[in-house]
């Protein structure tokens, strides 16, 4: 196998697997060594990384998919996030003294986890393998045990707090109950047996059998909201794909309830800029980027929610006219001090493609690290709390509902050639910040030339408030020189200096499939992943 290091694209002509952790990417690699279509090594990728990075991705969590077949040439989107409830509503909240949803603990555990479901249909569609194949290396990995990745040990440390409020009740994330230290080996049983269950009964189990009860029991007696009902009648939606156009290649995400048409509308707000005249690194280059991204987010903020419980005019938003009205309020010479609402997110993103040329982008989050806190007894995993992000006033465009998907950050990206074969597999964790670090990639190799690993590596921004934070600001690595954030702060810009490498930057990946029958895979150091090719 090739593993692409640090700071090096790797090529390959067998595909290849992108993920933020090395174990998980040989996991999904060695599904296509066997054979298996882009969307099994994604299932067994995804399943790897429930056991090895379990604070940012599990089977409590949700999922987004753009799945390219090479077979159809089509290109297909599929929904995996979980909808509210039955006995969410705002009344249920506010009566017991809430402004808003709490982010943590029971109460923050009430839409339906779908990323199990989305797996299972995905391989319905398209799966080569045997469902319980591509388990088999989570499962191993859970039961005979991986190294605690620092990461891992460092929100561990931090959400030791919630994740055992009753230290009578074992946490798998705290053996012996303490914080693992980096290169321990740790094992997580429970979930090993969780995982075997559906390797041999399927996602049905996990809606409605053996799993479904074990979840629903559980929060029913902690006070949460989910429902054996709220379980069975979970579905997972195949949606069509949005696109604009982008230096002449169709650049696709999914629609609402994904913030995806985010990027797509940065994208046309800059297209008619001379990037190569601004310059790659420049003031002039993160300036343009920050105000296409207010912009952007103004829309975002009024419009995005479940498309079914509002008529969001996504056509109108995501077309050239629309940004060519926008586009005047760009001023290169000072900036639009809109603020941005606080968005959070820990998430795994995975970008595969295999030796017949089918490709799959996909993005599994929990929301928060380790989600909702809430670890079902005897499961190995935690529920999200993506629900905690719906708003509790009525005059919300995201305001909770029952059967209700809220706002999503996950937005899956993949670009392609005019005549639809895929292009470039790319995403990245991050919340507020993955449009953000889609448009750097995007700008980088599309407009400057750069190859994957390269596009990765250059330094990155994020404009907003991510939760935890009290003002927003333009918050740029360290390794920007001084004096291109001093002339953003001359232009109004409210910079503020990260580290020079920061995963608050989030952790994206790239493969790029080259004319020459080639693909070549970018890792992001800021994880703990590899690019993989079987």
């Known amino acids: 196998m090739n593993i692409a290091s640090a700071r090096q694209s790797v090529k390959s002509t067998t595909g290849f697997v992108v993920c933020p952790h090395h174990l998980a990417s040989a996991a999904g690699a060695q599904i296509l060594r066997a054979g298996g279509h882009a969307v099994d090594a994604a299932i067994a990728t995804q399943a790897a990384l429930s056991v090895v990075y379990p604070h940012m991705t599990g089977l409590g969590g949700d999922a987004f998919w753009l799945i390219y077949d090479a077979k159809s040439q089509a290109l297909r989107g599929l929904n995996g996030s979980g909808r509210a409830a039955a006995q969410a509503t705002p009344e249920f909240y506010t009566r017991q003294g809430y402004r808003e949803i709490p982010q943590r603990g029971p109460l923050a555990a009430l839409t339906v986890p779908g990323a199990v479901d989305s797996w299972a249909q995905a391989h319905q569609q398209f799966g080569q ?89 559980f929060l029913a007696s902690v006070g949460g909201l989910l429902t054996a009902a709220d379980l069975a009648q979970h579905r997972s939606d195949w949606v069509e794909p949005l696109e604009t156009t982008y230096r002449g290649y169709r650049v696709a995400q999914l629609p609402p309830n994904s913030q995806g048409f985010t990027l797509l509308q940065m994208l046309n707000l800059i297209e008619p800029f001379d990037l190569g005249k601004l310059g790659h690194g420049t003031a002039d280059y993160y300036h343009l980027m920050v105000e296409a991204t207010k912009l952007a987010f103004v829309d975002r903020d009024r419009w995005l929610t479940d498309p079914t419980f509002a008529d969001i005019p996504l ?88 059967h209700k998907r809220t706002f999503h950050t996950l937005m899956p990206g993949m670009v392609r050639h005019p005549d639809g074969s895929p292009y470039l597999v790319l995403g990245t964790m991050g919340g507020e910040g993955q449009p953000q670090t889609q448009l750097a990639l995007l700008t980088r ?45 001359d232009r109004g810009q409210p910079v503020k200096t990260a580290p020079d490498w920061t995963a608050k930057m989030g952790h994206a990946h790239v493969i790029r499939l080259n004319a020459d029958g080639t693909d070549e895979g970018g890792c992001d150091p800021r994880s703990d992943g590899a690019a993989i090719a079987p």
């Open 315 to 402: 056509d109108e938003l995501i077309s050239k006219t629309y940004s060519d009205r926008r586009r005047p309020q760009i001023q290169l010479d000072h900036a639009n001090p809109d603020p941005a609402s606080p968005v959070g997110g820990d998430t795994v993103y995975t970008a595969i493609v295999d030796a017949a040329g089918n490709a799959v982008s996909i993005i599994q989050s929990l929301y928060f690290d380790f989600g909702s806190a809430v670890v079902v007894p005897e499961t190995g995993f935690v529920l999200q709390n993506r629900g905690s992000f719906f708003s509790l006033d009525a005059n919300h465009i995201n305001v909770l509902a029952p």
């Open 129 to 217: 393998l045997a469902w319980a194949d591509l388990l088999q290396p989570a499962i191993a990995l859970a039961r005979h045990g991986y190294p605690a990745t620092g990461s891992q040990v460092h929100w561990t440390r931090r959400d030791r707090p919630y994740l055992q409020p009753d230290a009578a009740t074992p946490c798998p994330f705290l053996p012996s109950g303490e914080v693992p230290n980096a290169g321990e080996t740790l094992t997580n049983p429970d979930l090993a047996v969780t995982l075997q269950t559906l390797a041999q009964e399927g996602a049905t189990s996990f809606y409605q059998g053996a799993i479904a009860a074990q979840i629903t029991d």
């Open 445 to 489: 190799l599309l407009d400057y030339g750069f190859d994957p690993q390269a596009a990765i590596d250059q330094p990155r921004w994020l404009w907003g408030r991510t939760w935890g934070e009290v003002e927003t600001g333009l918050t740029l690595e360290g390794r920007i020189p001084p004096a291109v954030q001093q002339a953003l702060r």
